[in-house]
């Protein structure tokens, strides 16, 4: 089976936050959010991660576990930075948070970020570990066959991962951070596809990425399921610890087939991304046309998008019309980048794609000014990981 390498990969990614998006590119972030007043304000910083860069984070497999912590880290600060436009101005701070504050040497909001990143991975783990083991335990007597259990225990977990995705995306309050969630995946298709990054381009982009992070954790579960059919221990407990154990395993795992299927294209690779893909129906939205030019302004600030579409669609830019208009290459061919889903992730269109193979298909760049162009959807975050669109 050949295996082509997608020629057009920007290697930014970024997740959704309250009224936002935020974009990451190697080791700057930008965070744009919808002011109440109606304004949009940008912040960007550079960010290196827990780990500071250290080579063992850039090792294959290793990266995928630094890069899962380090895109849970980012997305909670980006995540409270975005929230804090839209508390009530007049909150006091509480004698909690000034004890804590004096006890930590104003380290407390930190101290607290961590702890939340804590408790949710413990919790992951009970909900999404512990409590599908528990479940096929009590079919441990009518079913023998430790692998049949391990299979049966995996679709329990599948279950109650596609019954959490359904819960959180019919939730009113989210529906709103999954159209940010689309705009971002709309944003990076947008460019890979080959045209100028503006409202009229993008919202005719595709809301589905292969680099999404819900593919990340769709993978997990699906990995989970093999590697766990090869744990022959009859003690309970023992059973569940090494499940434990294999987590980082599963994650390296699961982190690299992602980033292998953002990074080329073949028949293989687009039918294993296909079930993620499926999924980012429940964790995207279409966004409006403000959520769009948010995500923009997200992305104008840590990518060169014009470097971009020169450097690998040899499009030129004429700065002193005062005009964004590229001249357009002659021979131009086929983008040959799937569209999306990462993600992880990841606008006003009146029709989805009808089939996954419409969303997942390469199409070839319009004019990138948009302009004349007819609104033809292109259908699709490293979890999420470095490049991932989340």
Not at 134 to 141: T, Y
Not at 263 to 276: E, K
Not at 305 to 329: C, N, R
Not at 357 to 383: L, R, S
Request: charged fraction near 25%; aromatic fraction near 8%; include cysteine.
């Amino acid at each position: 089976m050949s295996t082509k390498k997608c020629g057009h990969y920007s290697g930014i990614g970024g997740q959704a936050v309250l009224e936002g998006v935020m974009m990451k590119n190697r080791e700057e972030y930008a965070v744009s959010v919808r002011r109440p007043d109606g304004g949009i304000e940008t912040k960007k910083e550079k960010y290196e991660g827990v780990w500071g860069g250290r080579r063992i984070t850039k090792l294959p497999f290793a990266r995928g576990v630094f890069n899962f912590i380090d895109s849970m880290v980012l997305g909670m600060q980006t995540l409270t930075w975005s929230a804090g436009f839209y508390e009530d101005e007049e909150a006091e701070e509480t004698k909690t948070d000034a004890v804590l504050d004096r006890a930590t040497k104003g380290n407390g909001e930190k101290l607290l970020m961590g702890l939340t990143v804590a408790f949710s991975i413990v919790l992951a783990v009970a909900i999404f570990i512990a409590l599908p083991f528990g479940i096929s335990l009590l079919f441990q007597s009518f079913v023998r066959n430790a692998s049949l259990l391990a299979i049966l225990e995996g679709l329990v977990r599948l279950a109650i991962f596609l019954i959490y995705v359904a819960a959180i995306a019919s939730m009113k309050d989210i529906r709103r951070v999954y159209q940010y969630h689309g705009a971002e995946h709309k944003c990076i298709n947008c460019l890979e596809h080959g045209r100028e990054l503006n409202v009229k381009n993008v919202m005719k982009s595709s809301r589905f990425h292969k680099r999404c992070g819900t593919s990340f954790l769709l993978f997990v579960v699906l990995i989970s399921i093999v590697l766990f059919m090869f744990i022959r221990v009859e003690q309970p407990l023992l059973r569940l610890g090494l499940r434990i154990l294999l987590i980082p395993v599963v994650a390296g795992i699961s982190y690299e087939v992602l980033r292998l299927a953002g990074r080329t294209d073949n028949a293989f690779i687009n039918l294993i991304s296909r079930p993620g893909l499926w999924l980012q129906r429940l964790t995207t939205r279409e966004p409006d046309e403000s959520m769009v030019e948010v995500a923009i302004a997200s992305v104008e600030a840590v990518f060169d998008w014009k470097a971009y579409l020169k450097e690998e669609f040899g499009y030129g830019f004429e700065e002193d019309e005062g005009t964004d208009a590229p001249a357009e290459p002659e021979g131009l061919a086929e983008a040959d980048v799937p569209a999306e889903q990462e993600g992880l992730a990841g606008a006003d269109r009146s029709a989805e794609p009808e089939s996954l193979a419409e969303a997942d298909a390469p199409e070839e760049p319009e004019n990138p000014t948009g302009a004349d162009a007819p609104a033809k959807p292109d259908a699709g975050q490293e979890a999420s990981p470095e490049g991932t669109a989340v």
